[in-house]
């Protein structure tokens, strides 16, 4: 009876407490937020290097979704949990430094925004207890699953495999020390013919039909192709794989594999 008219005179129950979403500004304040956020992340060369050739109109929608779940708003998130989202960032170096910036960038841009020192602690603090599980990394399983794989699996598949071909021959086309062997090639043709190359050497489907290492470049052999343009053509590898965001050591591993050609390319 005593707690009845309690209610009665306080005018009911007491009100649920606006939530960190509500008391920010909403969904226009998050959608603010991430986006300066990420103009100041990118500008960042602790961390910009971990956002390269990504799509970054889908991933700051991903990031607004995640953020309006993680400050108490409507979940409409759906993306991996922060662990297995991560894992392959933490797998090429991403680590406690760099989620140091991150947390910079994000106390900068809710100053920068105006938010009250309150909720940017609250907002700091939500952000801080996804550090373990950021970069926590792959575990001993999956480890154990991904070694089982081809690198052609590992590296990504046919998509990465014509994406890395791609960017390796705009390269490859701009580097003076070799793109003269390149003259008068049929690009579309040499670019197919590599896909398929690197797709069997990876450990893929072995669609290639082209001839082998030593007879395909013995010509170029002839017009002076050595070991200082077969070094280069190594570096532009490497350059394409680290600019698609290729853990170092599937880099170590595809360049092994490159490597591996040097003698028969070089008809040694």
């Known amino acids: 009876m005593l707690s009845a008219l309690k209610k009665l005179f306080s005018g009911g129950p007491a009100a649920t407490p606006p939530s960190l979403f509500e008391r920010i500004g909403g969904e226009a304040a998050v959608n603010a937020a991430v986006d300066v956020f990420y103009r100041k992340v990118l500008a960042d060369e602790r961390i910009n290097k971990f956002f390269e050739n990504v799509d970054m109109d889908k991933q700051a929608a991903k990031q607004k979704a995640f953020l309006t779940m993680a400050f108490g708003g409507p979940n ?5 949990d922060m662990r297995k989202g991560h894992a392959h960032l933490v797998a090429n170096g991403l680590n406690g430094s760099h989620f140091d910036a991150v947390m910079d960038n994000l106390g900068a841009t809710l100053k920068e925004l105006g938010v009250p020192d309150d909720l940017i602690g609250e907002a700091a603090a939500i952000a801080e207890s996804t550090r373990s599980d950021v970069l926590a990394g792959f575990t001993d399983e999956e480890k154990a699953a991904m070694s089982e794989k081809s690198l052609f699996e590992r590296i990504g598949g046919e998509g990465a495999v014509n994406a890395a071909v791609d960017v390796f021959y705009r390269k490859v086309l701009a580097d003076e020390r070799i793109n003269k062997f390149f003259e008068g090639v049929d690009m579309d043709k040499q670019a197919a013919k590599q896909k398929a190359f690197l797709t069997m050497a990876f450990g893929g489907p072995h669609n290639y039909s082209g001839e082998d290492m030593r ?9 002076g192709l050595n070991d200082s343009h077969f070094d280069a053509v190594m570096d532009n590898l490497g350059a394409t794989l680290k600019e698609l965001g290729v853990p170092d050591d599937l880099i170590g591993e595809a360049a092994a594999i490159a490597e591996s050609t040097r003698n028969d390319v070089l008809g040694k």
């Open 76 to 80: 409409n998130y759906s993306g991996e």
């Open 215 to 223: 007879k395909g470049h013995a010509h170029l052999v002839k017009r």
